[in-house]
């Protein structure tokens, strides 16, 4: 794969000159009913209204044509083909493939990566075995009752999507089977979830691919302290999902011992073990199954190479429009689903963990802009909230809106002739013209200036499958966008400075070192904190 410069397209000229005058979606035709329906793209299960993008006809050409010249989608199968893009040429890096695609690429054969997808089957089927020794009554605790809770034990990748996707779906949970995470360090954390439990009745799944982050460690120990208080044997109650060889994989001190694998990137390992055993314990190995599917389906529905038919790649590129040539910093992700609710959270640290970086592969500064700020609540509650700012605020926030035309439980009522679910999202769509059309008024505080780019993706109902689906579709957009602006998606060398100089605090607060003078940065900043 021959990555280039950002700046080195023709297409970006082209559309930095369309940028100088974007569409107006105020004008007396800037929102037909025919552009409406023109701008629309599907993919399984999911419609994406892009009408209320400040968007041209012309400009969509012009991404594609940007598409196209970044050879976006040859990156995205070479990704899939399992080449090795998580380097930086000439430094030292990862250097490993990017396959998570592979963990669901178990219903193709032959999958594109056969080895991968050889392991990723052989820990569905583990998995598929202790479901079913689960529900057999072969594992059960010392009383020979059946576990009702797992608590998933992790932090970052190892706990966002998965407590995302688990917040998602609660709503299929098994009879009797529910799930709670445990992530912070803060001791409140794993006290207040474990103040509300059975410990008898519950296994605890420490998720860690490096098997030696401080955090998770910690957090182990405390649960074992615990267990052992409450006379429960650890090796009944506690499992593993690690990497093969990590300080972790010591299958003897484990319940079970699940394994990821070193190419599937921390915030893209919730369709591995690190996301899987905790969702099969919860909502049964079918569930499991069809998130899978719906996550595999778009991964090979981000192949194609027309825009207009592939909702990931368009998604990205009217990102990159929004962003590089209109010029706005940040994105909003409002979903209008409570299930949604942590789904925010993983796209905060999927999309910044991953295209937040200053250089390019080749270890050069890069010259235009990368990864914008991502943030993102529930609607209808963020409209309560902090909507006034995205209205008529002076910083322009683009949005994406994802919702369903269907609720999860079904229990819904008519209140003045319309349902709860027909209000949502009702809501939601008349936030999507609002802040395209605006609307003027004689009065200035009561005016809207509109234009203010959004878009919709909608499907019908939030299931397992779905919930795959939208899970790929922002994988695969972050991942476009990196290889459109020649970043390296697929490390993050930023977070590993912090995690330097916390080790060093913490052994000047232990003793193991003792500092010369005590006027060095780290010994102020604790003194002055009154931390001794
Ligand atoms: C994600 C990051 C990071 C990682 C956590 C947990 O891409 O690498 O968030 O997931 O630091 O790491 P472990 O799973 O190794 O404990």
Redo the contacts with the bound molecule.
């Keep these: 794969m021959e990555f280039r410069d950002f700046s080195a397209y023709a297409a970006v000229g082209r559309l930095a000159a369309l940028a100088k005058a974007p569409h107006d979606l105020t004008a007396a035709a800037g929102l037909t009913a025919q552009r409406i329906g023109a701008m629309k793209a599907s993919c399984c299960g999911f419609d994406l209204l892009y009408a209320t993008q400040r968007v041209t006809p012309e400009v969509v050409d012009a991404l594609q044509e940007l598409a196209d010249e970044a050879g976006l989608v040859a990156a995205c199968a070479a990704m899939q083909q399992g080449a090795v893009l998580n380097r930086i040429e000439g430094y030292a890096s990862e250097n490993r493939q990017v396959l998570h695609t592979a963990c669901r690429d178990v219903f193709a054969e032959p999958p594109l990566v056969p080895a991968a997808t050889a392991k990723a089957r052989r820990e569905l089927d583990k998995l598929r075995i202790f479901l079913d020794e689960l529900a057999d009554g072969t594992v059960t605790n010392a009383q020979g009752q059946p576990f009702t809770t797992m608590v998933q034990v992790?932090?970052?990748?190892?706990?966002?999507g998965p407590r995302a996707l688990y917040l998602a779906l609660k709503a299929y949970a098994l009879p009797g089977r529910a799930a709670q995470f445990i992530a912070n360090v803060d001791p409140d954390d794993t006290a207040e979830v474990l103040a509300g439990l059975d410990l008898s009745r519950t296994l605890f799944n420490v998720?860690?691919?490096?098997?030696?982050?401080l955090e998770?460690l910690t957090n182990e120990q405390l649960v074992r302290a615990r267990l052992a208080q409450e006379g429960l044997d650890p090796a009944r109650h506690l499992m593993a999902v690690?990497?093969e060889g990590s300080p972790m994989d010591d299958p003897g001190t484990y319940l079970r011992s699940f394994y990821m694998e070193d190419y599937v990137?921390?915030?893209?390992?919730a369709t591995s073990m690190?996301g899987l055993v905790t969702l099969g314990f919860a909502l049964g190995f079918e569930a499991v199954m069809a998130i899978l599917q719906g996550a595999h389906e778009v991964d090979r529905a981000a192949l194609e190479p027309d825009i207009r038919a592939n909702v990931p790649l368009l998604l990205a590129l009217l990102g990159i429009w929004n962003h590089n040539f209109l010029g706005h910093a940040t994105v909003a992700v409002l979903p209008y689903s409570q299930a949604l609710s942590r789904f925010p959270a993983h796209l905060q640290?999927c999309d910044m963990?991953s295209n937040g970086k200053s250089v390019t592969r080749h270890g050069k500064a890069v010259g235009w802009q990368t990864g914008p700020v991502v943030w993102g609540e529930p609607g209808t509650n963020g409209q309560h909230a902090f909507y006034q700012l995205i209205h008529q605020g002076t910083e322009v926030v683009p949005v994406e809106f994802i919702g369903f035309r269907y609720s999860q439980y079904g229990l819904d009522l008519e209140v003045a002739g319309t349902s709860s679910q027909q209000k949502l999202i009702a809501n939601m769509l008349a936030q999507s013209l609002a802040l395209a059309l605006g609307k003027r008024d004689d009065n200035p505080a009561r005016c809207f200036p509109g234009n203010r780019p959004n878009s919709v993706l909608i499907a019908d109902r939030l299931t397992p499958r779905t919930m795959g689906a939208l899970l790929a579709i922002y994988e695969h957009r972050i991942a476009f966008q990196g290889f459109c602006w020649n970043i390296n998606s697929f490390d993050?060398e930023g977070?590993q400075l912090g995690k330097v100089l916390a080790t060093r605090l913490l052994d000047l607060l232990s003793g193991r070192m003792v500092s010369a003078e005590s006027t060095t940065p780290e010994e102020s900043m604790l003194r002055q904190a009154g931390i001794e």
């Design positions: 992790g932090i970052g990748g190892s706990d966002l998720v860690s691919k490096s098997g030696s982050t998770t690690t990497g990137g921390g915030r893209y390992s690190v640290q963990e993050q977070v």
